[in-house]
């Protein structure tokens, strides 16, 4: 059974602060997704990687796919309170399996 | 884009009763979408695979014959919960996945309460 251990499950920081994610597996993925939820909501993606290695930034967001594409990390510079919400991880096999998700962190951001 | 909406955002409904929730792909064919359940406060659980023209996969300790899944087209999947009881109200997410791809798009979700 493929497992996604990601940590923080919590954190709370101050408005500026940098902050990471982590997504850890003893599995190897072919990709390696992040999602953004609100409350009341559906997750919204934010990136995904599938090379190990590979780094991807979205303006604040800096994701890092594992070389051995096991782990990831998603890296939030100067976080602000519009960063508040809940971030999964999720490893992917292939298209027509299901996505191994993570637990999630709830990020709380105060200004 | 690849847009995925639900319908209704939103059912309350007496317990007994059944209620069915659609997932549309809007601008994609889906060969596959995938149902999920969330608790407050917690992750996704999967429920089931659903894939067009073939009967869904369901997750261990996941009802069947309660939670029945229709895929019938490649941009519409449903979940029909059967006979709902106070236990089911739960926020209902479904995914999709484009045909030869790996990403899942989430739908918007479904809060639903039983009375």
């Known amino acids: 059974t493929q497992l996604l251990e990601q940590s923080p499950q919590f954190l709370s920081i101050q408005e500026g602060e940098n902050l990471t994610v982590y997504c850890n597996s003893s599995?190897?993925?072919?990709?390696l997704q992040w999602y953004r939820q609100e409350p009341g909501e559906g997750p919204v993606l934010l990136v995904t990687?599938?090379?190990?290695?590979e780094v991807k930034k979205l303006k604040r967001l800096t994701f890092q796919f594992g070389d051995a594409r096991k782990d990831s990390s998603l890296h939030i510079t100067a976080a602000q309170p519009g960063d508040t919400g809940l971030y999964l991880c999720?490893?992917?096999?292939?298209?027509?399996?299901?996505?191994?998700f993570g637990k999630g962190t709830r990020l709380s951001v105060i200004a | 884009g690849a847009v995925v909406s639900q319908h209704p955002s939103w059912v309350i409904c007496k317990s007994g009763t059944s209620v069915k929730i659609e997932c549309r792909s809007l601008?994609?064919?889906?060969?596959?979408m995938f149902w999920y359940r969330q608790f407050p406060k917690q992750s996704l659980m999967l429920m089931a695979t659903?894939?067009?023209?073939?009967?869904?996969?369901?997750e261990q300790g996941v009802e069947k014959d309660k939670f029945l899944i229709n895929h019938a087209s490649l941009t519409l999947s449903t979940l029909t919960v059967t006979s709902a009881h106070p236990e089911d109200s739960s926020f209902y997410i479904c995914?999709?996945?484009?045909?030869?791809?790996?990403?899942?798009?989430f739908g918007p979700g479904t809060r639903l309460t039983v009375l």
């Open positions: 990687v599938v090379t190990g290695g």
């Open positions: 659903s894939n067009e023209g073939s009967k869904a996969t369901y």
């Open positions: 599995s190897v993925f072919s990709s």
């Open positions: 601008d994609f064919q889906a060969t596959t």
């Open positions: 999720a490893g992917g096999s292939s298209g027509n399996t299901p996505l191994v």
């Open positions: 995914s999709a996945t484009r045909t030869g791809g790996d990403t899942q798009y």
